[in-house]
Nanobody, 124 residues
Framework: QVRLAESGGGSVQSGGSLKLSCGIS????????MGWFRQAPGKEREEVAT???????TYTDSVKGRFAISHDNAKNTFYLQMNSLKPEDTAMYYC??????????????????WGQGTQVTVSS
């Protein structure tokens, strides 16, 4: 069973920064997709950013230029650096992973393993 554990959430004022971390209980390799999602109260879950071990990344439009996803294979950990935070970024943030070469090839559209979530609150 693969386990993911997020850390780094918290409360920050508008314009501030936070860095989320997600530790994985399995090696990151060429068949790994990694992603960050968020869900605000009353809203559907939203994909924020994805990446592969090869460095291919995607971002939802609302975070482009402000957020950056990265990974450290040696630590089996990936990150979400969030800068210039806005109140609308307030949500529960979840990390997710998938380990299948076909999923990587298809653009990381499905994820089987999820963390428990970490709350990010941005005040104005």
């Amino acid at each position: 069973q693969v386990r993911l554990a997020e850390s780094g959430g918290g409360s920050v004022q508008s314009g501030g920064s936070l860095k989320l971390s997600c530790g994985i209980s399995r090696d990151i390799d060429s068949s790994t997709c990694m992603g960050w999602f968020r869900q605000a109260p009353g809203k559907e879950r939203e994909e924020v950013a994805t990446t592969t071990s090869g460095g291919r990344t995607t971002y939802t439009d609302s975070v482009k230029g402000r957020f950056a996803i990265s990974h450290d294979n040696a630590k089996n950990t990936f990150y979400l650096q969030m800068n210039s935070l806005k109140p609308e970024d307030t949500a529960m943030y979840y990390c997710a992973a998938e380990f299948h070469a076909v999923v990587v090839f298809a653009g990381c559209r499905t994820f089987s393993y999820w963390g428990q979530g970490t709350q990010v609150t941005v005040s104005s």
